[in-house]
């Protein structure tokens, strides 16, 4: 009995590890695809949807999540730099710096960038919502919008704290800045409202400025023009 229990607790470890590798792969669907004339494939759903120009940025905004949309998005403008992107928005916020490479991203590449948020846009996740193609920006019905001003910690000698808070004071004021060009309010709205968490239901992000259109059906595709000889 001894012996079983022994090897009992060698083995526990390795089936949490097999249960945890066997969730972190079903975590993320694998579909079948088959363009015309080409065998079928599997691919993970992410990939699958980068083809038709969806990326998808789901979870925290940080270095790895930024790293992977900012390539995504200068791969997409490489393939087509006209076509527009479609941007899924789920995120609670994260790092400034790591959405600010997003962002930039988003305004350096030729190609429109749509937005939609399905969920949550908090924080930084608000930000890069608001960043898309004017007209472009969109909301499901459910969806909340959180906006506030950055948060930081210090811990040093006295004169390398003042150098991170006025850094954290100089990124609020250019986040106040952005925030001002984005939604079409003047800096005081933008200042009170950021003063502490703001949380907006659609339609209210959409009054304030924030989103463009609430969505609860996929809009319909242009008609094609009709061809006259």
Not at 22 to 46: H, K, L, T
Not at 54 to 61: D, N, R, S
Not at 157 to 177: F, G, N, P, W
């Amino acid at each position: 009995m001894a012996g079983l229990r022994s090897l009992a607790a060698r083995l526990a470890p390795l089936c949490r590890s097999f249960h945890s590798s066997v969730a972190a792969r079903d975590f993320v669907p694998i579909v079948v695809d088959r363009e015309e004339g080409m065998f079928e494939r599997a691919m993970d759903i992410y990939s699958r949807l980068l083809r038709d120009r969806v990326v998808m940025l789901y979870g925290p905004v940080h270095e790895l999540s930024s790293r992977s949309i900012v390539a995504q998005l200068l791969f997409l403008e490489a393939d087509d730099s006209e076509k527009p992107i479609e941007l899924y928005i789920n995120s609670p916020g994260g790092e400034v710096m790591a959405g600010m490479a997003i962002y930039d991203t988003m305004q350096f590449i030729k190609c429109p960038v749509h937005t939609t948020v399905v969920g949550r846009a908090f924080s930084m996740g608000s930000l890069l919502l608001a960043g898309g193609e004017p007209g472009q920006r969109r909301a499901l019905p459910n969806s909340k919008i959180m906006i506030h001003q950055p948060l930081g910690g210090a811990q040093g000698s006295a004169a390398d704290v003042k150098i991170a808070v006025d850094e954290l004071l100089k990124t609020r004021d250019e986040l106040h800045q952005l925030y001002v060009k984005l939604t079409g309010q003047d800096l005081a709205t933008i200042e009170r409202e950021m003063d502490r968490d703001k949380y907006f239901k659609a339609e209210d992000a959409m009054r304030f400025g924030l989103i463009d259109q609430v969505l609860d059906k996929r809009p319909e595709p242009p008609a094609e023009p009709e061809h006259t000889l």
